[in-house]
């Protein structure tokens, strides 16, 4: 069965910068939309940003101008640039697809401290 595979998280400095992918783990024919969510301790899972395959993208208020999803359809993976990291950012972010029942990844943990 075809997962989707995250790579890129860990332990950031306020201010400093991340870069998140994602990729399925075997092949498939093309996906819509992908995303990027993010859960905190004790609180639920939110969308941050989004992305079709043409290139639309929607973002959570709070992570606009700072955060930036792109994709590269050939090998259906998605990334997410995170720069100007805050405290208020850590959480454990995960890759979504627009797949058949939808797609997860496991989970890649970031966490904004000094």
């Known amino acids: 069965q075809v997962q989707l595979v995250e790579s890129g998280g860990g332990l950031v400095q306020p201010g400093g910068s991340l870069r998140l992918s994602c990729a399925p783990s075997?092949?498939?024919?093309?996906?819509?939309?992908m995303a990027w969510y993010r859960q905190a301790p004790g609180k639920e899972r939110e969308l941050v940003a989004r992305?079709?395959?043409?290139?639309?993208?929607y973002y959570l208020d709070s992570v606009k101008g700072r955060f930036t999803i792109s994709r590269d359809n050939a090998k259906n993976a998605v990334y997410l640039q995170m720069n100007s990291l805050k405290p208020e950012d850590t959480a454990v972010y995960y890759c979504?697809?627009?797949?058949?029942?939808?797609?997860w990844g496991q989970g890649t943990q970031v966490t904004v401290s000094s």
């Open positions: 992305i079709t395959r043409f290139g639309n993208t």
């Open positions: 075997g092949s498939i024919f093309s996906i819509n939309r």
């Open positions: 979504y697809a627009e797949y058949a029942e939808g797609l």
